[in-house]
């Protein structure tokens, strides 16, 4: 098994630490509490702001302080093409002087029509990186609209430019000179007193994805760069591995910021996750496990972010075999993962039959296709070399994607085999780089009993109390049924197959069904990751920039591209209700924010309103609702486990529905058709 000792020295020193802590030492431990001796911790730990319900996940911004207004989209759009050429092919002028600037007429999308140059804003559906105008602009909306509207920030990494211009080189400094800035910028938006949560990318560190077990100075840097986010009882493990803990609502909730780069295979200083090793990786698993098990003894509940998402094509296999492996050993516990890097918007499944299937050795030869794109195969390629851009998670490798996701989700056992234990959600979002539109998210959770407070009574789900009713375990059968049904007969592909492998060989051993013949296995249906109650994933409603490309001064306008949830949970249940107060918890979108909305629509009628005024409301009404049919492909109740698994089987049922999820898997751009 694991290496114990390393397992058992690691439990031993945090178990010890949370032991020996009185009452009244949690003020210096709880809570987005940094030194004890800055003076900013004060002010983020003392000061109570009524929660929101909601939280922002931004992922992959790739500032790029060298991007130029019609710059050649060939010269990483830093160059802008050579005067005599304009109406031509837009070549790239190596030699051509930055100085000439002005004066340079260049000032469409485009040369003579033809070759696109970059974008006043940012350029959609390119590989260029992000002009500082496009952070500005991101960085004064969610300062304007989404400040005092969150309770705290999920910040999956990637915060400086691609390599791909051999001319400007990035350097060490540089990358931490523009993490920096981000740091700067999120602060100034958000205030000291949000916690937010930042993970390391793999285009964080120079060269990138490759990082050695720390101490190292990337480490040290990181620490110091991200002083105000890492809670200082955190600071030697972050030395050691650049992960750590945050309590976002203390005693309650728990953002876990991994260091994804120790599992990620094209980390070549690094070995996986081994057992019996000291690998960097194999240390994180053995960290994660026991924070995971603190925080459930506590009765917490934690979500988990990341960068590189635990893919089999991005993991080594043994990382990723125990990144499932915890995931559904703490599903009572974790209430959802959350990562970036792709660009492309999506969700996966990691699950036991999944696992099973995950060979040490070889990969399973039905799937080589599909995962190539995202697997070994091509990450080794040559259009890799010299390349900062990891091209595969752009736009080349999404149509194999999506083929495999549809394999994935048409797989998936029918109703009445599926438990729903055996499975665990991995969200990933699009990223503000405009490799497709730039986009965020907004999540929503449910607050019902749950303050800022930490002394509050909550009927909290606690891990232990509530009895692991496994005969209780199989899906509920919602509306649907009739339609599932059909899925139900297909028999399974590469998930049933196989005959159990022999625990007793070491290649097994990360096996599930050998990992939970000798580890305790946390699940209940009364969890929040699988029944709506506090701290349950409700929804999320996700941003975009669909006009980036305007070349227009005046900046182009964030919008709702689509949200996850019903029409009629968007809106106030009747006009008296528009003031809010009454309601459980702030509704997910501020209502200005929605398209079509107009006040009048939520004004209670006034008796002193002629027949014309109301035919006006009534009209605004009727555009307003099929303005919200429209952003609403999804609809569903909340975001446990269960309605992935529901709306996976929709997918795959429903030609449009699965039309519109490929559509804003490329961030609607239609870039890529289905
Ligand atoms: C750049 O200048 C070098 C000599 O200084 C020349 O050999 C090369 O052809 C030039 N490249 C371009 C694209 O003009
Ligand atoms: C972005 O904002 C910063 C101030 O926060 C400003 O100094 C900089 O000039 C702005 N850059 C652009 C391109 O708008
Ligand atoms: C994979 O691709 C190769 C060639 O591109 C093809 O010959 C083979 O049949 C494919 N395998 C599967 C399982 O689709
Ligand atoms: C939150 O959970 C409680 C159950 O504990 C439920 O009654 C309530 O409707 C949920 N709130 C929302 C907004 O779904
Ligand atoms: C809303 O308020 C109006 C008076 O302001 C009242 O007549 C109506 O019954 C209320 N509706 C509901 C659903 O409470
Ligand atoms: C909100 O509505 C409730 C009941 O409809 C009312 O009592 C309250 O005064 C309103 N609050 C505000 C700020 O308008």
Known sequence: MRSYLVFALVGLTLTVASAARSPTDQEHFVGPSLSSTNPVTKTRTNKKRPLKGRFLHI???????????????????????????????????????????????????????????????????????????????????????????VDFVIWTGDNARHDIDRTQPRTPREIFTLNRMVVSKMLDTFGADLPIVPSIGNNDIYPHNVLAAGPSHITEEFLQIWKRFIPSDAAHVFERGAYYSQEVIPDKLAVISLNTLFWYDSNTLVDGCGDHSNDPGALEMDWLEVQLANFRQRGMQVWMSGHVPPHMGHYYDNCYLRYGDLALRYQDTIVGHLFGHMNIDHFFFIDVDELEATSMSQPDPSLQ???????????????????????????????????????????????????????????VAPSVIPTYYPGIRIFTYNITGVSGDRLDEVLFYRGGEVPEDEDEDLEEQGEDDDKIEVTKKRKGGHRHSKPKDDCKLPQNEDKPHCTFKTKPRHYSRHSPSRSNRPLTPLGYSQFYLPTIDQQSSHPPQWEVEYTTFKAKSLVPPSPNHSNQTSLTQPLPVPLHLLPGYDPAIFTPPNDGEGKK?????????????????????????DLTIGNYIKLARMLVIEKKLWNKFSEIMWVSTRSVLP
């Open 59 to 149: 992922t992959d911004i790739h500032p790029d302080p060298n991007y130029k207004t019609g710059a050649t989209f060939e010269s990483g759009c830093h160059r802008k093409p050579k005067k005599d050429d304009k109406k031509g092919k837009g070549k790239l002028d190596e030699n051509a002087s930055d100085d000439d600037d002005e004066g340079d007429e260049v000032d469409a999308n485009h040369i003579g029509n033809k070759e696109p140059v970059a974008g006043k804003w940012g350029s959609g559906i390119s590989d260029c990186d992000t002009p500082m105008s496009l952070v500005n602009i991101t960085f004064d909306w969610l300062k304007k609209e989404w400040a005092n509207e």
């Open 613 to 637: 005024a109301r035919q006006k409301v009534a009209a605004k009404k009727k555009k307003f609702y099929k303005q919200l049919e429209k952003i609403t492909p999804f609809r569903m109740n």
């Open 369 to 427: 296709n599909v995962t190539a794109p995202t697997g070994p195969r091509l990450r080794h390629g040559p259009e890799l070399q010299g390349s900062g851009r990891y091209r595969i998670q752009g736009r080349s490798g999404a149509q194999s994607l999506q083929a495999e996701l549809k394999k994935d989700f048409g797989e998936m056992p029918g109703p009445r085999i599926l438990k729903l234990k055996d499975y665990a959600v991995m969200n």
